[in-house]
Every structure is written in structure tokens, then in C-alpha cells.
């Protein structure tokens, strides 16, 4: 375990010096950040003020020095000042990230709700009229992106279905107050090509398990169905969906960018990525790609570590 730990922190450090080197390197050959500053008529700032803006945003140092300046207080846990907003860049993510998190774990739980148990039914009674269902809905999953998805949902629950006027759905937002319909079909758009790419990878890996000799000598032993499928097979098929899983969810939980736009959410991919991107605000896209990378890290690990519970056989070193 330690070796493991080890292993992981080293290559989590090398994944953050090349993402962040790589973005830093990219904003640096991108529009000079203080256009911002300047007027939609281009008057109003005089060259001094233009140098002295520059050397305050460290734009006069060479790259190395403002790069090893940033990971400097990166470590201490300053991730800057947003130039488009004049707010510090921890305050930012952190109220955009609960909006970001309800979402993701609102879709991550649609996803293995409706693709784990779609998949092992469709495994068990493969060739049946339940298996083509699921392969179905599979398939749709995966062929619609999200934004269409979630247009169609918008279309049927909030114009075409309505109550006596009134959409049956919201079609976006979210109120300061919770409810629930201002969730059903934001997390629903958001799992949706998650649960058959589950259902999918869940399909597979119990094919795969029920053909083994072991399944086989189970059931010529007189093991019940229910002992052979979920005690002996489904544990066995978990792992690659399990893996999966967390990583959707890591995902999400970086920003759900275009399901955020369409359904007006207010989140961390829209509000702190997508913004900070347009507007060349490179202490917010480097803050925001650097919380990124560790939520992702996190969650590779636990993925790593939910091997040996799951599946003994598999071991961290």
C-alpha cells in the first residue's frame, strides 16, 4: 500500500506540472490578459499604465520565473485574483462547486440506477426481448450528445407536456431553495450516454464472468441462480464498471459544461471555466484547471483502491 501511494503521489505531481505547464503555456500565447483592462474604444489607458499593469500581473518576467512564481503560491493555497472579476479565484470555485456537485451526483446516481441493473439483466437474459431493450437504449445513450438529449427532454416535459398551462418541467436554473424538479432533467440529460455506456461495460464483463469454468461448476453443483449471479458473477463483473464509474463522476465533477449552458446552471464549468476561457482570465482558468486535475487524481486512486475490495485477487503493488 505504501508503494502504491507513493507510486500514485509521484505520478499525480507529474500529471500536475505538465497539465498546469501546458495551460500556463497556452494562456501566455493567447491575448494579452491586460486587454481586459482596456476600454471597448481602446482609449482611456496610457502606456504607463500599461507597463505598470503588466509588471503587476508579472507580464515582464520571463516565463520560467512567473511559472515557478504561480506554482509557488499554487502550494500555499493561492490560487490568484481573477482579472475579469476582481475576486479571489478559491472564493469563485468554491461557490460554483456545491451547484457543480449536486449536479454530478444527481446524474452519477441516474446513471447506475438505470446502466449496472439494465446491464446484468440484459447479460443474464441475453438474446431476449429485455437484452434488445436494453442494447436500445444503449445505443440511443451513446448516439445522442448531451445537448441534444437534453433539448428533447426540455421540448417534451416543459412545452409539450404541460398542466393545465403550466410545463410540467422547468427548463432550466436553479432556485435558492431546493426542488427536486429543478433537477430531473438536468441530471437525466447528464447520465443518460453515462448509463449505457455503463449498461454497456456492464453487459460485457458479466458475459464474459457467466461463460467462465467456475460459473459452470457452479451451476452444475446445484448453486442457486441467485448465489451464481450476484454473489459469484456480478462482484467479478464490477470492477471495470466500478472504475468507470468514479471517473464519470470525477468528470462531472470538473463541470458538466454543455449540460450547465443549456439548462442555465450555475456552475463551475460555465462560471469558471468557460468564462475564464473567453475572457483570457488566466488566473481563473489556471485556478480552475488545477482543482481539475486533483479532483481527478482522487478519484483514480479510490478506483485503484476499490480493485482489492472488490476483486481480492487484484493487488495495489
Known amino acids: 500500500m505504501i508503494r502504491f501511494l ?28 491586460r486587454l481586459l483592462f482596456v476600454p471597448d474604444s481602446g482609449n482611456g489607458i496610457t502606456q504607463e499604465q500599461w507597463d505598470k499593469l503588466g509588471e503587476k500581473l508579472g507580464m515582464n518576467d520571463p516565463f520560467h520565473v512567473r511559472y515557478s512564481k504561480w506554482i509557488g503560491r499554487t502550494l500555499r493555497g493561492d490560487l490568484g485574483i481573477s482579472l475579469a472579476r476582481n475576486m479571489a479565484v478559491t472564493d469563485i470555485i468554491y ?9 454530478a451526483l444527481g446524474g452519477w446516481i441516474f446513471a447506475i440506477l438505470l446502466g449496472i441493473p439494465t446491464g446484468v439483466i440484459a447479460a443474464v437474459y441475453r438474446g431476449s426481448f429485455w437484452d434488445y431493450v436494453a442494447r436500445g437504449l444503449a445505443l440511443v ?15 417534451i416535459f416543459n412545452q409539450w407536456i404541460t398542466i393545465n398551462g403550466d410545463p410540467l418541467l422547468p427548463a432550466g436554473g436553479r432556485k435558492p431553495e431546493f426542488d427536486y424538479k429543478d433537477y430531473v432533467l438536468p441530471c437525466i440529460a447528464l447520465g443518460w450516454g453515462a448509463a449505457a455506456a455503463l449498461m454497456r461495460l456492464t453487459r460485457s464483463s458479466m458475459l464474459e464472468i457467466l461463460d467462465s469454468e467456475y460459473i459452470r ?68 482558468l489556471l485556478g480552475t484547471v488545477f482543482v481539475f486535475i486533483l479532483i481527478y487524481l482522487v478519484f483514480a486512486t479510490i478506483a485503484d483502491i476499490a480493485y482489492t475490495i472488490i476483486d481480492p485477487r487484484v493487488r495495489l503493488n
Do not use: C
Open 6 to 33: 507513493f507510486g500514485r503521489f509521484f505520478s499525480s505531481f507529474l500529471s500536475i506540472i505538465g497539465a498546469t505547464l501546458a495551460v500556463f503555456t497556452l494562456t501566455n500565447f493567447h491575448n494579452d490578459p
Open 95 to 103: 461557490a460554483k462547486i456545491p451547484a457543480t456537485l449536486e449536479l
Open 141 to 155: 445513450g451513446q448516439a445522442a450528445p448531451p445537448f441534444v438529449t437534453g433539448l428533447v427532454l426540455i421540448y
Open 217 to 284: 461448476l457452479a451451476r452444475a453443483k446445484g448453486v442457486g441462480f441467485g448465489t451464481v449471479i450476484f454473489k459469484h458473477a456480478l462482484r467479478n463483473a464490477l470492477i471495470a464498471p466500478v472504475t468507470s464509474a468514479l471517473l464519470i463522476f470525477s468528470g462531472w465533477l470538473n463541470g458538466a459544461l454543455v449540460v450547465e449552458i443549456i439548462f442555465s446552471w450555475p456552475g463551475i464549468g460555465y462560471d469558471a471555466l468557460y468564462r475564464a476561457v473567453n475572457d483570457n482570465d488566466f488566473p481563473l
